[in-house]
Structure formats: structure tokens, C-alpha cells
């Protein structure tokens, strides 16, 4: 959202961006978690949805299992203005998939 000067006010974004600003002095408004990986081209047949699917659920539980193991590929995202130990864990949230039609 921008003000009348034309800066922005408001912005929606995903980590590392959120714990970069926090850490530069933003505030949170509002927040929501968004799983765009449940939504996968129709031209992906079934055992090619499958395995997508397989191959997501199985780094699930690699980072679920050790997020600070993977934290710097997250991190590395802002180039090296937010070390992977200041990113907050409390914004990134990994879950395995919901399958639907």
C-alpha cells in the first residue's frame, strides 16, 4: 500500500523478508500461511502429481525434522543481511500435502 507520497506503507511478504524487517524495525499487522504446492498444472498426470508430491512430503520432513539444518537456504534469499540464526522460525511453516482433486 502506498501513501500519498508514493512510499509504501504496508507490503505482504514471505522469510526471510519478514524476519529481516522485523529486525530492521517493521511490525507486523497482520499474517497468514500460504501453500501454493497443493495446486499443480492439469497437464501433470496422476503418478507425475504423485511424485511431486512424494518428493515435497519427503523435504517436509527432512526440515520439519532439522529446519535449522536448511535455514540457509531461506536465509541466503536476503544476502547476508540476515544471518540463518535470526530467522524466525515462528513464520515458516512446512506441512505435508493435502491431496485434492
Do not use: C, W
Amino acid at each position: 500500500m502506498k501513501d500519498k507520497n508514493g512510499d509504501y506503507r504496508a507490503v505482504t511478504v514471505m522469510e526471510p523478508f519478514i524476519s529481516l524487517a522485523l529486525k530492521e524495525g517493521a511490525h507486523i499487522i497482520a499474517r497468514s500461511f500460504n501453500r501454493g504446492e497443493e495446486v499443480v498444472g492439469p497437464e501433470l498426470n496422476q503418478q507425475e502429481r504423485r511424485s511431486f508430491y512424494d518428493a515435497e512430503n519427503k523435504a517436509v520432513d527432512l526440515i520439519n525434522t532439522d529446519f535449522y539444518k536448511y535455514v540457509h537456504h531461506i536465509a541466503g534469499h536476503v544476502k547476508g543481511a540476515l544471518k540463518p540464526s535470526e530467522l524466525l522460525r515462528a513464520f515458516v511453516h512446512y506441512k505435508n500435502v493435502d491431496y485434492y482433486d
